[in-house]
């Protein structure tokens, strides 16, 4: 059975890392790092942040976009980016067990041709005049929702 992925786009904030790797870990999900990152893995902020979880986490590094794209359509599974640019609520979304959740770097989202690449795009409503929510915030929100969607949570004790 495949389960839902997180992956993360040339992540900028080691804390943020390791706090969706606790997330994963604690919500039976694998997470997908896209290189470079803007910190080394063994950084002491992602082990703080992620503590003891990261070793139960199931984590695939990729050396680049183009090997992450590879990995996702060899697998057949949607991408569904998170971004504040598209127009679809993520409560509003159709999620799949197999889809694998995009969110792009804390300081500049993802490139267009990210962006173009994924089969849909979700965002966070929020407040008028607010620009983003934390990255680690978002990725438990909408993996949250997912997991609803699809009856994952009953699996969980």
């Given at each position: 059975m495949m389960t839902l992925r997180i992956a993360l786009y040339q992540p900028d904030i080691a804390g943020n890392t390791g706090t969706i790797l606790r997330l994963a870990a604690c919500l039976g999900l694998a997470v997908d790092i896209i290189e470079p990152a803007g910190f080394a893995l063994s950084d002491r902020n992602l082990k703080r942040a992620g503590m003891d979880y990261i070793a139960s986490t199931v984590m695939t590094r990729h050396l680049d976009w183009e090997a992450f794209d590879r990995f996702r359509r060899d697998s057949g599974r949607r991408l569904v980016l998170a971004s504040t640019k598209a127009s679809l609520g993520h409560t509003d979304f159709g999620y799949r067990k197999d889809d694998i959740l995009?969110?792009?770097?804390?300081?500049?989202?993802?490139?267009d041709h990210v962006h173009e690449?994924?089969?849909?795009?979700?965002?966070?409503?929020?407040?008028?005049?607010?620009?983003?929510?934390?990255?680690?915030?978002?990725?438990?929100?909408?993996?949250?929702?997912?997991?609803r969607q699809t009856g994952g949570f009953s699996g969980l004790s």
């Open positions: 995009l969110f792009g770097r804390e300081s500049a989202g993802v490139p690449t994924a089969d849909h795009r979700v965002r966070i409503l929020m407040a008028e005049g607010q620009r983003s929510i934390n990255l680690a915030v978002s990725a438990g929100m909408i993996a949250g929702e997912a997991i």
